[in-house]
């Protein structure tokens, strides 16, 4: 229900606003306070209304238009809260209490002359009460308690009868989860039952897929049953389901209406006790219906085996915690499967598709984006109408309408409308908001949550930062395969997320609908009929005609403006039309220096500001005026120097600079610093440098280091190790230096106090490498899980120290020298992913038994000179983890026969390996072991995949 998430998106943080209000000294002045408590009094009572209409499957009408009442009436009581304290805050900022409670009583008596906010305030009282008493005459709370059910069809129903001739790119992934099914563990003496979970985003076709699977196999067994347990389970009405299913005399369920939920689980349990049984269990919402439901599946020693499907990737796992369990991630159609299965749907054959509408269907297929549900629906449709070009883009246009609206597509939108509804109002909300961002667009995760704060939509939860609350909603969003994850990391973080573009129509349409977020170009524009506030605007597109349409709109109430398109930015009302932004946002945008930034000082709510990749060269010197900002991001810019007075601004809490930026004098004033990234150590005064150990905030840290060795330069070493030093006891967690053009980093040797919270650091120079490893990393750094550093030489010793860091997910090791003999590689008992490189030499490591056991990923050289005197033997074996190597061979003195030999033992050790691991080869010729010359490389590309 999109319109209670729309208005829950802003009553939260305005009631959040309320009690902050009420705690500071706006709250302590009389008749303040007292209108602050009959605001927040009648709110609360609004918002509680607010979350028991969010448990309503169909909300109706009345409810739905008092919702879009309350939401307005939000939105405007925020508005008028912010400009009332942004007028008080321009008086009583100097001196003591009395002072400023003096000066705001003093502004108060004349507040109805000076702005009007007085008025506004009796205006907004008497909304609040109109709201209200439309609530008891529509009998909204009687509404609330009498939920109607609905007897409807199943939206599942028809994946369970889909004739095999008519799937497409099911048979590959059947034929495999078959052939696992029934297949015993050759080293297990036991038959035991096996879990398959299939996962995956609503409309991939798990229930279909699970369906053929069981098809396949089911003459394999005693007794099998299908049974869905939907967003609502009945735990007992699924377990006597399924005990009708089972073969049993008529005697055994005599009594079976008045058994209780134990009685019934009991009962199948004793029928399934001698039997090998295949069950499927569809459609799984939460990790405690699978616990109700799972113990009434005894493991029997009979080979049984149990299919279970799910959205949630934390009940997929919940369901397999065995390690002979399987969890089955769904993977979206190919593109020539996704064809054929749209053409043949069609005109029946794939074939016979005109060639006039090639394009459009090739629109309509990327939209659809290998969804076989979005596929088989929106191809249903097209058959019912003329195969004329302008009737298919028709469609491709209207499909987020169509979605809603049209009973061909009704399946489809019920498919995707049990995941939407089945998440909090929260989780709703910030849903809604990806809908700012274009189709196919990368979202940049640290973007979007920092945009989420900005917007008020989190809160501190528990003991946790409002950081920390809103990476957990990402990832929830995630789990319930809302969103994809894009550039997942070696620590199992992703670095973006993407939405699919059918769910983005769907929120695109739901925002649109409760005025949530207004999209203008990318087929969405519709400011010509709009009624009401602009309250946030994403523009991807804008010509002449449509900034026209803006123009005539009040614009003073947008809370969010992205901009996505450079060819947007000369048509732009100015920013000074925009006073209430909270969010301004225009990564990306070329040519932003020819739009005139001169009125950006007025945006006094300003709390996140991008420019990143923008090209702009200069910041606008009004950003000083923005004390309420939080963010700032201005990275892969050309920026230089930052504005006078930047460090007056001292609610900032992430500063991303370009990369030769210079850090401000007096930074040590920004004490609400956490991250501080682009700036030019060698090029800021050296007195600014050392100031950053005055930030005990900082938890991130990247800089550059340029230039050489002179006197000056190593001043500027000497205060960033001193700030270094200072920070030791401060919760540091992040830390980058670079340094390119010449120079070293041996200064960093004496850093005897690093922070023990360090989690990242990565110390790389073009030219420098470390003779030894520093004391201080190891073993003190017990949090450390990314190191990126050079060592002048490969050595076992260095190893065993770094294989003893407990924490250390992922090492990149570079070395300029290699050791005589070969090296054996041991400990590392976390480590994922692994690098050991150089540009100058290239060594033998062997990996013996129980050395890194999590291992995923290894890129290594190997030099096979050395090696063969060995017997070539690397012990990839002992790997028991990997899925990915990139072997990188030194043929350097050896035959063209020793060459292949050595391949040869590569891809051996991988087709042995259990897990057969792909194999990347690469043969390199070094031409110069002194100088370090460039490599040549011949990659060829060894998949030992049998599958």
């Not at 054959?349 to 939209?367: F, G, R, T, V, W």
């Not at 500001?609 to 910041?619: A, P, V």
């Not at 004098?665 to 005064?685: A, Y």
């Amino acid at each position: 229900m999109s319109v209670v998430s729309a208005a829950h998106g802003v009553l939260g943080p305005l009631l959040g606003k309320l009690a902050d209000l009420l705690a500071g000294k706006f709250g302590r002045v009389r008749g303040v306070r007292k209108d602050i408590l009959s605001l927040q009094a009648e709110l609360t009572s609004m918002h509680a209304a607010l979350q028991e209409y969010t448990m309503l499957e169909d909300p109706g009408v009345q409810v739905k238009a008092w919702i879009s009442l309350l939401r307005e009436l939000a939105y405007d009581t925020e508005d008028c809260i912010d400009k009332f304290i942004r007028h008080l805050g321009k008086h009583g900022r100097r001196g003591g209490f009395k002072e400023i409670f003096r000066d705001t009583t003093r502004f108060l008596r004349t507040l109805d002359s000076r702005c009007g906010i007085a008025d506004q305030i009796e205006e907004l009282k008497a909304r609040i009460k109109h709201v209200k008493e439309l609530k008891d005459s529509y009998k909204l709370s009687e509404t609330s308690c009498t939920k109607t059910e609905h007897a409807a069809v199943d939206p599942r129903l028809c994946a369970l009868f889909a004739e095999e001739a008519h799937l497409v790119g099911v048979k590959g992934p059947r034929d495999d989860l078959v052939k696992w099914m029934l297949t015993e563990e050759t080293n297990s003496s036991t038959k035991d039952r096996k879990v398959l979970s299939i996962v995956g985003f609503g409309g991939l076709g798990k229930t279909t897929l699970a369906n053929e699977v069981y098809r396949k196999i089911e003459r394999h067994f005693d007794c099998q049953a299908f049974v869905s347990v939907s967003q609502k389970p009945v735990i007992k009405k699924i377990i006597k389901d399924l005990i009708y299913k089972v073969p049993c005399p008529d005697e055994f369920r005599k009594d079976i209406e008045i058994w209780d939920e134990a009685t019934s689980i009991a009962k199948l349990r004793e029928l399934l006790k001698d039997k090998r049984y295949l069950v499927i269990v569809d459609d799984i919402w939460s990790t405690q219906a699978w616990s109700n439901i799972k113990c009434a599946f005894p493991d029997n020693n009979c080979s049984s085996r149990i299919i279970t499907t799910t959205r949630i990737i934390d009940v997929a796992r919940s369901c397999c915690p065995g390690s002979d369990d399987r969890v089955y991630e769904m993977a979206a159609l190919s593109d020539l499967h996704s064809k054929r299965l749209f053409l043949k749907r069609i005109f029946g054959s794939e074939d016979h598709c005109p060639d006039m509408l090639k394009e459009s269907s090739n629109e309509i297929l990327k939209k659809c984006g290998g969804l076989p549900l979005a596929i088989v629906s929106i191809s249903s449709l097209l058959a019912n109408r003329p195969a004329v070009k302008e009737e298919w883009e028709k469609i491709r246009r209207s499909i987020g309408s169509a979605l809603e609206n049209n009973q061909s597509l009704e399946g489809m939108s019920k498919i995707l409308l049990l995941s939407y509804n089945d998440l909090p109002p929260n989780l709703k909300t910030c849903l809604l908001y990806l809908s700012v961002f274009p189709e196919d667009y990368v979202i940049d995760r640290k973007r979007l949550v920092r945009r989420w704060i900005a917007e008020g939509f989190i809160s501190e939860e528990r003991g946790q930062s409002r950081q920390e609350v809103a990476e957990r909603y990402f990832y929830e969003l995630v789990n319930k395969s809302m969103v994809q994850l894009v550039d997942v990391g070696y620590d199992g973080k992703a670095r973006a997320c993407r939405v699919h573009d059918m769910m983005l129509e769907l929120i695109i349409s739901k925002s649109n609908e409760d005025n949530f977020i207004v999209v203008v170009g990318g087929g969405q524009t519709t400011l010509g009929n709009r009624q009401g506030f602009i309250r946030r605007l994403s523009i991807q597109h804008i010509d002449h005609e449509i900034a026209h349409l803006l123009a005539q709109k009040d614009l003073s109430h947008v809370r969010s403006l992205t901009v996505t398109s450079s060819a947007c930015i000369k048509h732009l009302p100015s920013l000074g039309k925009f006073e209430a932004l909270r969010v301004l946002d225009f990564e990306g945008c070329s040519g932003l220096e020819e739009y005139d930034m001169k009125s950006i000082g007025k945006l006094l709510q300003l709390k996140y500001l991008n420019f990143r990749d923008t090209g702009i060269s200069k910041l606008p010197s009004g950003i000083v005026m923005l004390c309420d900002l939080e963010t700032l991001d201005f990275g892969y810019t050309g920026v230089k120097e930052l504005p006078t007075g930047f460090v007056q601004l001292t609610k900032l809490q992430h500063v991303i600079a370009g990369s030769r930026t210079t850090i401000p004098n007096r930074i040590g004033n920004m004490r609400n610093l956490q991250e501080i990234s682009g700036f030019s150590i060698t090029q800021s005064p050296a007195d600014a440098v050392e100031d950053l150990g005055n930030l005990p905030g900082l938890e991130e840290i990247d800089v550059d280091l340029d230039g050489g060795e002179s006197d000056e330069f190593r001043r500027h070493e000497e205060m960033l190790l001193s700030s270094l030093c200072k920070l030791g006891s401060c919760k540091l967690r992040f830390l980058q230096i670079t340094r390119h053009c010449g120079g070293s980093l041996e200064f960093l040797e004496s850093w005897t106090q690093p922070p023990v919270s360090l989690q990242v650091l990565y110390m790389y120079s073009s030219n420098y490498y470390f003779t030894k490893l520093p004391k201080w990393i190891a073993p003190a750094l017990t949090s450390l899980s990314f190191l990126e550093i050079n060592l002048a030489e490969l050595t076992e010793e260095g190893l065993v120290t770094l294989g003893e860091l407990p924490a250390l997910l992922r090492l990149d090791l570079w070395f300029k020298k290699r050791p005589d003999d070969r090296v054996t590689v041991r400990g590392f008992p976390s480590l994922r992913q692994f690098t050991l490189y150089s540009n100058y030499v290239s060594p033998y490591v062997t990996f013996v038994k129980g050395s890194m056991p999590k291992l995923k990923n290894l890129d290594f050289l190997i030099n096979v000179s050395v090696a063969k005197t060995y017997g070539f033997y690397l012990g990839i074996e002992h790997l028991t983890c990997l899925q990915q190597a990139t072997a990188r061979l030194d043929n350097r003195g050896v035959t063209p026969s020793e060459r292949k030999a050595a391949e040869a033992a590569v891809r051996a050790e991988a087709v042995a390996h259990p897990n057969h691991p792909t194999i990347t080869i690469c043969c390199t010729e070094k031409e110069n072991e002194e100088t370090g010359g460039e490599k040549k490389e011949s990659r060829e590309d060894v998949d030992t995949d049998e599958n």
